[in-house]
């Protein structure tokens, strides 16, 4: 009988074996453990007539079906799991540590691999990971600014100048604007953000402050779990408040490369909040490749929506600094001299 082990023990456990998640292909796209590999005991239709036989027939008709589905495929299983897992240590899942992972590790240690089963399956791992991040100690620090101040690149200054951070844009695929998905890869779905969203903060050091940037709660199609964004309204700001031409220029080296049709299509998406006017102006200075007007009619749609958005966000302390130009080393040098004055939380 393969050991159990325990959701709080999933990383331990990933970092010495190989995790398999068993459960369908679907389930899996739906949200997973993260470095989890799936090997799908059953196919999406598979599961889903095993689950009409146990609900409409009987739990023992829906058992045979599963074994007829299964028991054919037994050889293909282990030699999955032998490219899956050549050192032939694994843990295995499902989803609530039942029937699916209990075959599967049968299965692949009578086959000679060391197995260990988590106790409770995805789903206790699930309520456990929602858990840490609602009780979790986090003593985090905002990075505000308008539209087009470079926080994203200020962050990144910060973590290769030592500090702890959580770029939650990179997490959502996504740069949390109507402009956010171009030049991104698809968006994950809510479930599988707020997995990944643990695992980053699960990796840090909860006795050391955490940066992350100021955004809404939906960053495109995903939104900040609860869990976190009660930690993000209640953190310390620090704002960067950066010259307006220079924002102007650093939305010009972000978006100006890409496809004139994608920054029309992101136009005409905001098109009834910014006005008719406004997206007939910003299409023709984009159709002259004059991306600076165009930048700027975006710019002064979200300045105004962002002082409204920050008041109904932020109830922590706020702080402002003024840099001349976006310089992100310098910027973030004087991000953690509010960190050395131990102000930020008194």
Not at 58 to 70: D, I, T, V
Not at 136 to 158: D, E, W, Y
Not at 194 to 219: C, M, T
Request: proline share 5%.
């Amino acid at each position: 009988m393969p050991k159990r082990f325990l959701p709080g023990q999933v990383f331990e456990m990933r970092a010495a074996r190989t995790l398999l998640d068993v459960r369908t292909p679907s389930e899996f796209e739906q949200g997973h453990i993260p470095g989890a590999l799936n090997l799908p005991l059953f196919s999406d239709a598979e599961r889903a007539e095993v689950g009409t036989l146990y609900k409409q027939v009987s739990p023992e008709q829906a058992f045979l079906k599963g074994l007829e589905f299964a028991g054919a495929r037994m050889r293909q299983y282990v030699e999955t799991a032998m490219q899956l897992a050549p050192e032939r240590r694994i843990a295995v899942h499902c989803w609530r540590g039942g029937q699916r992972s209990g075959s599967m590790a049968w299965l692949l240690e009578t086959a000679g691999f060391d197995v260990v089963t988590l106790q409770g399956g995805y789903k206790a791992w699930r309520h456990y990971a929602l858990e840490q991040l609602a009780s979790r100690p986090i003593r985090m620090v905002v990075l505000g600014g308008k539209t087009g101040s470079g926080k994203t690149r200020i962050l990144h200054a910060l973590q290769q100048a030592g500090e702890q951070i959580i770029d939650l844009e990179a997490l959502a695929h996504h740069k949390g604007s109507a402009f956010g998905a171009i030049g991104e890869a698809p968006q994950p779905t809510f479930e599988q953000f707020s997995n990944d969203l643990f695992e980053a903060f699960d990796a840090l050091d909860a006795g050391r402050p955490v940066w992350v940037e100021s955004e809404s709660k939906a960053i495109g199609k995903v939104q900040i779990p609860n869990e976190l964004w009660q930690h993000i309204c209640a953190a310390p700001m620090i704002e960067v408040e950066l010259p307006f031409e220079q924002r102007i220029r650093h939305l010009m080296e972000v978006y100006a490369g890409f496809p004139q049709e994608q920054l029309a299509a992101s136009f005409e998406r905001i098109g009834k909040r910014i006005g008719g006017l406004n997206v007939k102006l910003a299409l023709e200075a984009l159709a002259d490749d004059r991306y600076e007007d165009a930048a700027a009619v975006a710019l002064a749609y979200y300045d105004k929506t962002y002082r409204h958005s920050l008041d109904a966000m932020n109830k922590g302390r706020h702080f402002q600094i003024s840099p001349p130009e976006l310089n992100p080393a310098a910027i973030a040098g004087q991000l953690i001299e509010f960190l050395q004055q131990e102000i930020l939380w008194k």
